[in-house]
């Protein structure tokens, strides 16, 4: 087990602590919907393939970009993608259903091949680290990330829509960031980008050199070097390359072509986020600097987050 890195800055170790607290009290597992990445499972399995326990996991951070990079990772020819998002290692219940059950969920792959899950809410789970680390202390995690802020609204912009397709009703965003003119921090929406305190959990049980790190912004901008360095990471040849991704003027995001087809993310990628008021943003951002500078000495390494 790897000993976690000392804080970074003495004043900040109980405010670390309380938030840890707080985030683990309120975070509760998030109704996600399984699309199926590589299609219906065959009734019999291809001669010589067999079911194994993940080679990497997608560990999140929801809205993200986990889809997104699953899906254009999933072009290798040498990666074999999991269907649905399995919550084996976040959920009790599933957790509960044991080793040989989350085994089942993955896919058939040949033995050159490695076999790659996502879900979301592995990062922010307060027991899915310990758990992954006592199946595989060597496996190689991804995580992608993109700025916190945005990421707040991206959340908040499914559970709008979410709501609306159910009937539910629903709030301005501004009504549930801000709570008695003070940023409501028990929000889910902003627990989920304290990245520094989720992180922290992570460095517990793995070495910094067994997670890369995904810029989910650069993803959306210009997918290949991004795909490229997870190829160098994971030890796959490379594969990938420019002339499987075009950029879909109708959605305002790059799409995928591979073995002769073409496809893009579901409809519900990419949904215009709401206008929120700027001195709320604003509020949002101060709040979330620290945490991005202590995340940032976390990893070793620095984003354009505003």
């Known amino acids: 087990m790897v000993s976690p890195p000392p804080p ?14 707080l985030v683990i009290t309120e975070l509760t597992k998030t109704d996600l919907v399984h699309i199926n990445v590589s299609g219906d499972v065959p009734s019999s399995p291809p001669p010589g393939t067999s079911k ?3 080679h990497s996991i997608i560990i999140g951070v929801r809205k993200g970009g986990t889809r997104a990079l699953l899906e254009m990772l999933d072009i290798h020819p040498e990666v074999a993608a999991a269907a649905t998002e399995v919550h084996f290692f976040d959920w009790d219940e599933n957790y ?8 089942d ?4 792959s040949y033995p050159h091949q490695i076999t790659v899950e996502k879900t979301p809410g592995y990062f922010t789970s307060p027991l899915a680290p310990e758990r992954i680390c006592a199946m595989n202390s060597s496996i190689k995690l991804l995580l992608i990330l993109r700025d916190p802020a945005e990421r707040v609204i991206s959340d908040y912009t499914q559970v709008y829509f979410n709501r609306l397709e159910n009937h539910k009703p629903v709030q301005a965003i501004e009504n549930l960031l801000v709570r008695n ?24 049980y ?22 490229q360095k997870v190829e160098r990471f994971l030890n796959l040849p490379p594969r990938i ?15 995928i072509r591979s ?8 409809e519900s990628k990419g949904r215009p986020h709401p206008a929120v008021n700027s001195t709320v943003l604003q509020q949002l951002r101060s709040f979330l600097q620290e945490h991005n500078r202590t995340f940032f000495r976390l990893v070793k390494r620095t984003f354009d987050w505003q």
């Open 8 to 21: 970074a800055q003495i004043q900040w170790q109980t405010k670390t602590a309380l938030l840890t607290a």
């Open 105 to 108: 969920l993955m896919p058939y």
């Open 259 to 266: 073995d002769g087809r073409e496809r893009c993310l579901h």
């Open 206 to 227: 793995f070495p910094l050199e067994q997670v890369h790190i995904v810029d989910g912004d650069a993803l959306i901008r210009d997918p290949l070097p991004e795909l």
């Open 52 to 54: 194994r326990a993940p």
């Open 96 to 103: 509960a259903k044991g080793f040989e059950w989350y085994r």
């Open 181 to 204: 003119g003070a940023l409501n921090i028990r929000y889910k929406a902003i627990q989920r980008s304290l990245y520094d305190v989720h992180m922290r959990n992570w460095l517990r």
């Open 241 to 255: 390359v420019s002339s499987n991704f075009y950029f879909n003027q109708t959605k305002g995001f790059y799409c």
